[in-house]
């Protein structure tokens, strides 16, 4: 879901690599030489280095309709933050889109997904099911995301930050606290149920106009 990998300098400073016997398993079956399960020392960071050799700059939206030719499983174009990739993405034949800004750390100026979410949810109109992530931490942001008109919603480094604490207990302890959280946060909207979250229970400050009527940010 990016072109290119953004400069992140945490990861530059740390200096992370794996040790060079830890390697993706699939990779080693396929091609037994193959670079792409490793991630050994770089400059700056081992990490970068290796996402960036995965990472193919030539991709387009043409890509879609080859990808649609190869598998019947659904395509969700993911990344997506404004109403006319929206609608390109519409026109590519995708089965849903995921609004990302890839957790702002590909470029740090860019658009929170909660302020882009009614954007693509407009153009899109229920013609496919948008999800959301990047930013998503507590069961708040679960509601928010809903009646801001999302499908559903996506979480990355919650889950992560479960596992490295505490392997599986982590993760489930993640899902459980957010699951409480989200539970909570509808009883006290008044809701019964997921179909209850209504658009109206969330308020909004004006940030910049735009041609939506008005580009806000979402709070409860």
Known sequence: DTPRLGRREADIKNQFSLPSHLTMANFASVDPGAEQGRMGAAAGSGL???VAGLIDQSLSWK???WLKRNTRLPILAKGIETREDAEIA???GCA????SN??????????ATVDALEEVVHAVRGRIPVLVDSGVRRGT????ALALGASGVMIGRPY????????EEGI??????LKKEFALAMALCGCVKVSDIKREMVIRDVYAPHDVKMQLKAKL
């Open 48 to 50: 970068a280095a290796y």
């Open 63 to 65: 890509d879609i309709a």
């Open 90 to 92: 519409l026109e590519a």
């Open 96 to 99: 849903g889109i995921i609004v």
């Open 102 to 111: 890839h957790g702002a750390r590909q470029l740090d100026g860019v658009i």
């Open 141 to 144: 942001d679960i509601v928010k």
């Open 160 to 167: 992560v930050w479960g596992l490295a604490t505490a392997g």
């Open 172 to 177: 489930v302890h993640v899902l459980e606290l």
